[in-house]
């Protein structure tokens, strides 16, 4: 049955595109709603999907690319994009893109943390940890973790648990970035009870809807990445 809905989706995605029909091109992507939400900001109880709207778009490609190519892992993205061309992958990343940033709400009742964990948490995601080669979460994502054009995403309106797996599977190679792979190198340096702790302490964090990436180079991460071309990367 899953494989059969899954079929008539991947149908509805890779149909040929017209011209014209940029208006309605948000009704070819509606079983995208099921899991990111009606408008990308993503579902309650849907815990490892993901918001999509106002990323940005060239990360939100890479992403595509990476379910199509196998650099991540997912039964029903890969079967969603699996036999579409690149330019079809750049057309659903830019609409998302262009879509009003707005996620779930804060998670104020996700989990707990005792007063260290969250001060242990908002000090990485600040400060990093010089010690152990940490960047600050900040220092890629933004000082309000909104996003850096044209590859960095939010992080602000993610459910623990799917930042929780994600760590995990940058660890353990199940996610993979364009190289240099920076979030493998750094998931790789974080205890588990740190990465448990980040992923509660952004997924308590307030998030105003409407607040976009930060335009391209307009701060420079510490470190080169796949996902920021060259130029806009401290030296």
Same mark, same amino acid.
Request: glycine share 10%; with cysteine.
């Given at each position: 049955?899953?494989?059969?809905?899954?079929?008539?989706?991947?149908?509805?995605?890779?149909?040929?595109?017209?011209?014209?029909?940029?208006?309605?091109?948000?009704?070819?992507?509606?079983?995208?709603?099921?899991?990111?939400?009606?408008?990308?900001?993503?579902?309650?109880?849907?815990?490892?999907?993901?918001?999509?709207?106002?990323?940005?778009?060239?990360?939100?490609?890479?992403?595509?690319?990476?379910?199509?190519?196998?650099?991540?892992?997912?039964?029903?993205?890969?079967?969603?994009?699996?036999?579409?061309?690149?330019?079809?992958?750049?057309? #659903?990343?830019?609409?998302?893109?262009?879509?009003?940033?707005?996620?779930? +709400?804060? $998670?104020?009742?996700?989990?707990?943390?005792?007063?260290?964990?969250?001060?242990?948490?908002?000090?990485?995601?600040?400060?990093? $940890?010089?010690?152990?080669?940490?960047?600050?979460?900040?220092?890629?994502?933004?000082?309000?973790?909104?996003?850096?054009?044209?590859?960095?995403?939010?992080?602000? +309106?993610?459910?623990?648990?799917?930042?929780?797996?994600?760590?995990?599977?940058?660890?353990?190679?199940?996610?993979? +970035?364009?190289?240099?792979?920076?979030?493998?190198? #750094?998931?790789?340096?974080?205890?588990? $009870?740190?990465?448990?702790?980040?992923?509660?302490?952004?997924?308590?964090?307030?998030?105003? $809807?409407?607040?976009?990436?930060?335009?391209?180079?307009?701060?420079?991460?510490?470190?080169?990445?796949?996902?920021?071309?060259?130029?806009?990367?401290?030296?």
């Amino acid at each position: 049955m899953l494989r059969a809905t899954l079929l008539v989706l991947l149908l509805a995605l890779a149909s040929p595109a017209r011209a014209d029909d940029s208006a309605d091109f948000g009704e070819r992507l509606a079983a995208c709603a099921a899991c990111h939400g009606q408008h990308g900001e993503g579902v309650r109880g849907a815990e490892y999907y993901p918001h999509l709207a106002g990323k940005p778009a060239g990360y939100l490609f890479e992403q595509l690319k990476g379910f199509r190519d196998g650099r991540r892992a997912s039964t029903s993205m890969t079967w969603y994009v699996r036999f579409a061309d690149d330019a079809f992958l750049q057309r #659903i990343a830019q609409w998302y893109a262009e879509l009003p940033p707005r996620t779930r +709400g804060a $998670d104020t009742g996700a989990a707990e943390l005792t007063a260290e964990r969250r001060r242990v948490a908002q000090n990485l995601v600040e400060h990093g $940890d010089p010690a152990r080669d940490l960047p600050a979460c900040s220092s890629c994502h933004g000082a309000n973790l909104a996003g850096l054009e044209p590859g960095v995403p939010a992080l602000l +309106g993610l459910p623990a648990d799917y930042v929780i797996a994600q760590f995990g599977a940058w660890r353990e190679g199940v996610r993979n +970035g364009a190289p240099p792979d920076c979030m493998h190198d #750094i998931a790789g340096r974080i205890a588990a $009870d740190d990465m448990r702790a980040i992923a509660v302490y952004l997924s308590q964090q307030s998030n105003v $809807d409407g607040l976009r990436p930060a335009p391209a180079a307009s701060f420079l991460p510490p470190r080169a990445c796949g996902s920021l071309p060259h130029a806009q990367v401290a030296k």
